[in-house]
């Protein structure tokens, strides 16, 4: 049986030589813009999941505002193109700062809430500052960011937001009761987004991923980072999901093959 017509090889010349050219190349072009034309918000995007997403993002054609407090930009000095991220420095704690960022953009069709921070101790061993520093930005952050965001997605009846929780939020580790805590609540915030964006056809998605290898475990020795999920790939999942039309994913957990570390 002959190969379909668009895998079939075609050959074309370059510099005088025959160049192999698979039809497959324009298949590719065309999936690499599936979100081409889209402004998208990435928080804590200045390292591990959120730098991941930004850039998945801006590789499918997204205009990419990162946010993250080490950047050096204060203010957006001009939109983005499609195809590249603008790093924005935000404390996304700050309520007076998250509002004059989002309002700096004409349209907003995607945010993906990443911005997070962990500390791991016995529940005994911890102090409430540690606590209440998770519950900020977990808890406030991601309700100044997804409140802002679906307030413009509103108007606009359209439009995604993307809360990276955590498996946390659902199953109980030794060492992580703050940050537990933080997840639990993060996600019970995101659940009644869900139903409140619903009738302004504005997506909500819960995405809860496993161990991923981020400077997240920088201070937590003992664990085979090899067998965690690389930020890459989680933002490969992230993608699919943001990308596909029609369908909303509202909750979902990604695990590393192997599952709890
Ligand atoms: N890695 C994992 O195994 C894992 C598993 C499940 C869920 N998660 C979740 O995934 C998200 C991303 O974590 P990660 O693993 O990618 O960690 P990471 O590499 O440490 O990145 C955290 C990001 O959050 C930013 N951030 C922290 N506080 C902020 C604030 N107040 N305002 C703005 N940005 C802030 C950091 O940038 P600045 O310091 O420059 O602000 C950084 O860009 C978190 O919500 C985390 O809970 C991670």
Known sequence: MGRASWLRPRYTRENGKPRLRARLGSVYSARMSRLLGKTAIVTGASSGIGKAVATAL????????????RFAAATLMQLPRPGSVAEVQLDVTDEAAVKARFDELPN????VCSAGNAHYAPIVNSRVEELRAMLD???IGTYLCARAALRRMQLQKSGHIVNIGSVAAHRAF?????????KAGQLGLTR?????ARPYNVRV?????GATDTPIWDDRPGFDRAKMMSPTQVAGFLLS????????????TVMPPGGSL
């Open 137 to 139: 930005v977990h808890i």
């Open 241 to 252: 999901i943001v990308a596909r039309p029609g369908v909303a994913v509202e909750e979902v």
């Open 205 to 209: 998605t819960a995405f809860l991923p």
């Open 108 to 111: 907003i069709d995607l945010l």
């Open 174 to 182: 030794t060492d992580c009761g703050a940050y537990t805590a933080a």
């Open 192 to 196: 009644v987004l869900a139903e409140e």
């Open 58 to 69: 801006a590789e499918e054609g997204c205009a990419v505002v990162g946010f993250s407090r």
